[in-house]
């Protein structure tokens, strides 16, 4: 009776132990991925395409952000870190990297909006504030534009900064949402707003506008004629666990470039 | 002005206040229900998510909620209650009560994104259990210890301390007397903590989606990512995903929370005018 | 041999009496370790009276979310504080036990919604309410108001209750035998003598206003400007420390920890106030 209970309470001492320090935590097969938003969804679904064929793996997708994915790939806290920059941060120095994506960024506005098209120049004048009130462009609306911008650090946003911004400042009016989705949200809701997402995010529910008369479509982002685009990397360690290097060969290979096509991305090897 | 007329005129403002209050709480529920609840059935809490919760169902989301509620209730009730005995039972007030009460108040106070920074930073990346339900429940754990300290020492202190003598008198040592006497008479205020609590672990979403993550399969260990039902929600009405799935998350949610201020009501009504 | 077992356990029982604060200790340390050394390198005036927010250009001054905050959290107070105080008079001076029955439960469960559903109410109801009735965005200072206001409720409700019921009766005789109304005894004798504890409710419930992330991150928009008018967009220290916290790298990461900092001070700050509240009732 005395023993059991002195076993019991060690045993009970043991397992805390062995939780608080996360001994068991990588005894499984499983690819670990995190980091961009804007990806997320393509990841989700390719890992449950991979995961259908490979049973035995389970390949876990996490957001967090661009800056969470570069992170915790840095720390190997992950396998495969996401990350969608024009141009990638010097702490990713130490991680190989591939891109597997390209991903377009279209303008969007409300539905009740007659906008169709603007030139890049309007474009930056806009989201600089330098033009306020939607008649200044021509647009026959009243009142204010309301911007909406994607916060720092997003890739979405760095690269949109890089692309449409160049030296000018992102107007101090702007609102802030901080994913692809939220921002299409708010657009939808409110008449007098304008932002930008990926192209992969849109839908019937908001309009997107033509720059410099080119549509914001794949095909002309791929014919490099719609300009504003960013890649979509994966980071990872030297030396890749198997599983991670499989799971990798998979997203590059012409499959998996297919779903990724199919659902509004650029794939990165010809189909 | 006649003081019977002031009188009037302010107690039907005050009425007024009380309904006000009663109406936004029935029509945050009835809203939620209204037009979430038609798109509830079997398939939609037994099916998995589909398309990021456009399609499909939100099992995952219950199994993980279930999951990271249940830990992070067995990892805070002994620490709680322990707590609280110590504070009843085992001491004076004295230097070290004060601490520790300061330290429970303060942690009470604590806005949940910094829970959530904090579970990211000890959790996730110091002891490398990356996101996982363990993480969650861990912070969880850490979030719900006040309620269960003050609920727990509340409900010690009404067992009358006669009681205590009695057991002495009768030559119990004071474990034979806390864990035969004390413990069961305050159980049901216990209960009632441990159970509110389990209720802040229900709807938390900020010191969640840094430390359990946003996995959308059924975490199959405490060492995988799970995404909690607030979260999911969250995430599915932010981002647009598809509202009327959001409206039948939020439906299964508020109803959880509703049996769950139900128990702990019908447990403190019940159980403590019996015993006290 | 019982005599060990005893000693044993009380012992462990004190070690679990240190896990609040060891607790503590550990959000200080892993918060704090980060946010500190930047706030020594930016210098802490800088940081809280820059009115700039770019970490790109490495500007980071948080002072509009910190008048984001203490805007969104006052106007909560001016909606929650009236409604809720008078719900506590209410139900300790006029209400019938039935009303009571009714509406402690469910004042508990106000307190028992998730603050995603505050928020989801807040953009699909009042969001929209308040951009056709009163203009701008609806995402707005005023919008937030309303949703904290709620949200902070159930606590100054609470915690006058037990505040009001705890003043003497003889005190409420007194004033009624010298021929006072009960409203009369409510505002001349009731409020005076059950003023810190309701203050210490106010307290927590702006702790709680000051603290709320997923709520408030829905629906105010965000804007990075001081808010010039209740109808602006703003940002608080919260939304700002959860928006960009996955976007953020070195500099700008530690400057979201210095937010956090800053914004621990402030609920201690709040904590220590309402400490000291309540203790000078209790001395009184």
């Known amino acids: 009776m005395k023993f059991g209970k002195t076993a019991s309470i060690f045993f009970i001492f043991i397992t805390l132990v062995y939780f608080l320090t996360g001994i068991g935590a990588k005894s499984q097969k499983i690819v670990r991925l995190a980091g961009s938003t804007a990806f997320l969804p393509f990841a989700e679904k390719l890992a449950e395409h991979y995961m259908k064929t490979n049973k035995d793996i389970t390949v876990d997708v996490q957001g967090g952000g661009s800056a969470v994915g570069i992170m915790v790939a840095t720390e190997g806290i992950v396998d495969i870190g996401m990350a969608d920059m024009l141009s990638l941060p010097k702490e990713t120095d130490s991680l190989e990297k591939v891109v597997v994506a390209r991903d377009g960024i279209a303008i969007i506005v409300n539905l009740g909006n007659p906008l169709t098209n603007l030139t ?3 474009l930056t004048q806009v989201f600089s504030g330098k033009v306020k009130e939607w008649k200044e462009i021509g647009v026959n609306l009243s009142g204010q534009i ?10 979405t946003r760095k690269s949109f900064d890089q692309l449409i911004l160049k030296s000018a400042r992102l107007t101090t009016d702007a609102m802030f949402q901080d994913s692809n989705g939220t921002i299409r949200e708010a657009v939808k809701s409110d008449p007098n707003s304008i932002g930008y997402i990926s192209i992969g995010f849109l839908d019937s529910t908001v309009k997107a506008i033509s720059v410099n ?7 002309n982002v791929i014919l490099d004629t719609y300009k504003i685009s960013r890649p979509v990397y994966f980071l990872f360690k030297q030396n890749p666990t198997p599983e991670t290097k499989n799971f990798i060969q998979f997203i590059l290979g012409k499959e998996a470039q297919k779903i990724i096509a199919a659902d509004g991305l650029i794939p990165v090897v010809k189909i | 002005m006649n003081p019977k007329l002031t009188q009037k005129i302010a107690k039907s403002l005050l009425c007024g206040a009380v309904l006000l209050t009663s109406v936004v709480l029935f029509f945050i529920i009835f809203y939620i229900l209204y037009h979430g609840l038609s798109n509830v059935n079997w398939n939609f809490l037994t099916g998995n998510v589909e398309d990021l919760g456009k399609k499909g169902g939100i099992f995952p989301t219950i199994v993980s909620t279930i999951y990271l509620t249940a830990l992070s209730v067995l990892i805070a009730a002994p620490l709680g209650i322990g707590t609280a005995l110590y504070l009843t039972c085992y001491t004076e007030e004295n230097l070290f009560t004060k601490i520790v009460r300061f330290g429970t108040d303060c942690l009470a106070a604590i806005p949940s994104i910094i829970f959530g920074l904090f579970g990211f930073m000890l959790f996730v990346i110091y002891l490398r259990l990356s996101w996982s339900i363990l993480s969650g429940a861990l912070t969880l754990a850490s979030m719900m210890l006040p309620t269960i300290i003050r609920t727990t020492e509340e409900a010690i202190r009404a067992v009358p301390s006669s009681y205590m003598d009695v057991n002495y008198a009768l030559g119990g040592t004071k474990l034979q007397g806390i864990v035969k006497i004390i413990l069961p008479k305050a159980l049901p205020g216990i209960l009632t903590g441990v159970i509110l609590s389990m209720g802040r672990a229900v709807s938390e979403t900020a010191a969640l989606i840094f430390t359990a993550g946003m996995s959308l399969r059924v975490p199959v260990s405490m060492f995988a990512s799970g995404r909690s039902m607030a979260v999911h929600f969250y995430s599915l009405a932010r981002e647009g995903i598809s509202l009327t799935n959001a409206f039948a998350t939020a439906s299964v949610l508020m109803i959880t929370v509703l049996i769950i201020n139900i128990v702990s009501y019908l447990i403190m009504h019940l159980f403590l005018r019996k015993y006290i | 041999m019982k005599y060990y077992k005893e000693i044993i356990i009380e012992k462990c029982i004190k070690l679990v009496a240190m896990s609040t604060i060891s607790i503590l200790i550990l959000i200080i340390f892993f918060i704090f370790r980060q946010g500190v050394p930047f706030l020594v390198k930016y210098g802490l005036p800088n940081f809280i009276l820059g009115q700039k927010w770019l970490p790109q250009e490495n500007i980071f001054g948080i002072l509009p979310m910190i008048i984001g905050s203490l805007w969104v959290t006052i106007g909560a107070l001016i909606i929650g504080v009236p409604i809720g105080v008078a719900c506590a008079i209410y139900l300790v001076e006029f209400s019938g036990k039935h009303t009571k029955l009714f509406f402690k439960p469910a004042i508990e469960l106000l307190a028992g919604i998730p603050s995603v559903v505050y928020g989801f109410i807040g953009i699909m109801v009042l969001a929209p309410f308040i951009r056709s009735n009163f203009g701008g965005s609806g995402l707005s200072v005023l919008t937030a108001s309303i949703v904290l206001g709620i949200m ?3 606590t100054i409700v609470s915690i006058s209750i037990d505040a009001l019921s705890t003043v003497p009766l003889s005190y ?5 035998a010298m021929g006072a109304t009960n409203w009369q005894t409510i505002v001349m004798v009731l409020l005076p003598a059950a003023r810190s504890g309701i203050l210490a409710g106010v307290i927590l ?4 206003a000051i603290g709320e992330t997923m709520a408030v991150i829905m629906v105010t928009g ?12 703003t940002r608080t220290m919260t939304s700002n420390i959860a928006l960009e916290m996955g976007y953020a790298l070195g500099d700008h990461r530690a400057a979201l920890f210095a937010t956090a900092v800053i914004l621990f001070i402030f609920i201690l700050l709040l904590n220590i106030i309402t400490m000291t509240v309540i203790k000078s009732k209790k001395t009184r």
């Open chain 1, 120 to 122: 890049l120049n309007d």
């Open chain 1, 146 to 155: 309301r911007v909406i911008s994607r916060e720092e650090g997003s890739g």
């Open chain 1, 213 to 219: 008369g080119i549509v914001a479509s794949n095909e």
């Open chain 3, 205 to 208: 419930g702006m702790g709680r």
């Open chain 3, 152 to 154: 902070i409720l159930p």
């Open chain 3, 172 to 176: 409420k005789e007194g004033s009624i």
């Open chain 3, 222 to 233: 965000n804007s990075l400007k001081i808010p010039s008018s209740a109808l602006d967009s």
